[in-house]
């Protein structure tokens, strides 16, 4: 694998920290505080798009951060975790479905949702750790990889170099005759957004583990069981849904499709193919 220099430029800043910030979250309502747990890595190139994780229903941001330490040192990127807790983001409505409908399925305004929260978390996120990147990479595992996908495709960023939804345990499919959160229906998605959303630089990471029916964090929603016993299935579901409605669109299909061997609902097993993935990322599109 190419070294930190190769893949961004020759500069770097010797750093080498772990540190905790606070963050408020901007919408209107109640205040509500996000701990952001960041990572500079001992050769921190600024160029580099640094790495946004999102952390799954155990809400342990710190250990998330830990977990890309290692990646965040071989590719030079820095690494920054917020962390949702339970008393201010209590269920899946406020964090898992980024806030977007009510308890009883009504679309709220777009300045509730939490989607764009994550692009204002970058840019704190850039000015504490010395990035001067443009943009910036987004990875979400579990419940933080329902977020991303679905950040992805109701609420894209064009500061988002490339998005990585990895074990996933639910989908937003992107159909029309299914109710949010499981499809399309009963939110203002048009055909127009389909064919960006097909386009949009997204990857889809599954442990070929991830297949346990039984798992004791696995949505059972009946819109969840619908796509799959367990988050292997519903994550190939996903991108084989994809696959077909671009085909029936004949519009340019851009997702990938990535299995990880030997690993199963595991951060730690699946952050260092997804460090990896956005690296080759950057070797292939620096800018």
């Given at each position: 694998?190419p070294?930190?220099?190769?893949?961004?430029?020759?500069?770097t800043?010797?750093?080498?920290?772990?540190?905790?910030?606070?963050?408020?979250?901007?919408?209107?309502?109640?205040?509500?505080?996000?701990?952001?747990?960041?990572?500079r890595?001992?050769a921190?190139?600024?160029?580099?798009?640094?790495?946004?994780?999102?952390?799954?229903?155990?809400?342990?941001?710190?250990?998330?951060?830990?977990?890309?330490?290692?990646?965040?040192?071989?590719?030079?990127?820095?690494v920054?975790?917020?962390?949702?807790?339970?008393?201010?983001y209590p269920?899946?409505?406020?964090?898992?479905?980024?806030?977007?409908?009510?308890?009883?399925?009504?679309?709220?305004?777009?300045?509730?949702?939490?989607?764009?929260?994550?692009?204002?978390?970058?840019?704190?996120?850039?000015?504490?750790?010395?990035?001067?990147?443009?943009?910036?990479?987004?990875?979400?595992?579990?419940?933080?990889?329902q977020?991303?996908?679905?950040?992805?495709?109701?609420?894209?960023?064009?500061?988002?170099?490339f998005?990585?939804?990895?074990?996933?345990?639910?989908?937003?499919?992107?159909?029309?005759?299914?109710?949010?959160?499981?499809?399309?229906?009963?939110?203002?998605?048009?055909?127009a957004d389909?064919?960006?959303?097909?386009?949009?630089?997204?990857?889809?990471l599954?442990?070929?583990?991830?297949n346990?029916?039984?798992?004791?964090n696995?949505p059972?929603?009946a819109?969840?069981?619908?796509?799959?016993?367990?988050?292997?299935?519903?994550?190939q579901?996903?991108?084989?849904t994809?696959?077909?409605v671009?085909?029936?669109?004949?519009?340019p299909?851009?997702?990938?499709?990535?299995?990880?061997p030997?690993?199963?609902?595991?951060?730690p097993?699946?952050?260092p193919a997804?460090?990896a993935?956005?690296?080759?990322?950057?070797?292939?599109?620096?800018g």
């Amino acid at each position: 694998m190419p070294s930190a220099s190769c893949l961004y430029g020759t500069a770097t800043v010797q750093l080498d920290s772990a540190s905790r910030i606070e963050f408020a979250d901007p919408r209107p309502g109640p205040a509500r505080h996000i701990p952001l747990w960041l990572y500079r890595p001992r050769a921190l190139v600024p160029s580099a798009p640094p790495v946004i994780v999102l952390h799954g229903m155990s809400r342990n941001a710190d250990a998330y951060r830990d977990a890309w330490a290692d990646s965040a040192d071989r590719f030079g990127f820095a690494v920054a975790a917020p962390e949702f807790s339970a008393a201010e983001y209590p269920d899946a409505l406020d964090y898992n479905f980024g806030n977007m409908v009510s308890p009883d399925g009504t679309l709220l305004p777009r300045a509730q949702w939490l989607f764009p929260v994550i692009d204002q978390i970058y840019l704190r996120v850039r000015e504490a750790l010395g990035s001067n990147s443009e943009r910036y990479y987004l990875y979400g595992h579990s419940a933080g990889a329902q977020l991303v996908h679905r950040l992805a495709t109701f609420a894209w960023s064009p500061r988002i170099a490339f998005a990585i939804s990895a074990n996933a345990g639910s989908y937003t499919m992107p159909v029309f005759d299914i109710d949010y959160p499981f499809g399309l229906r009963r939110t203002a998605f048009t055909e127009a957004d389909m064919r960006s959303l097909l386009s949009r630089p997204l990857a889809v990471l599954l442990g070929e583990e991830d297949n346990d029916a039984a798992h004791h964090n696995l949505p059972r929603q009946a819109g969840a069981m619908a796509q799959g016993a367990h988050r292997l299935a519903r994550g190939q579901r996903y991108i084989q849904t994809a696959g077909r409605v671009a085909a029936e669109r004949q519009v340019p299909f851009a997702w990938q499709l990535i299995t990880v061997p030997g690993v199963g609902h595991s951060n730690p097993g699946m952050a260092p193919a997804a460090a990896a993935l956005f690296a080759s990322n950057s070797a292939r599109d620096p800018g």
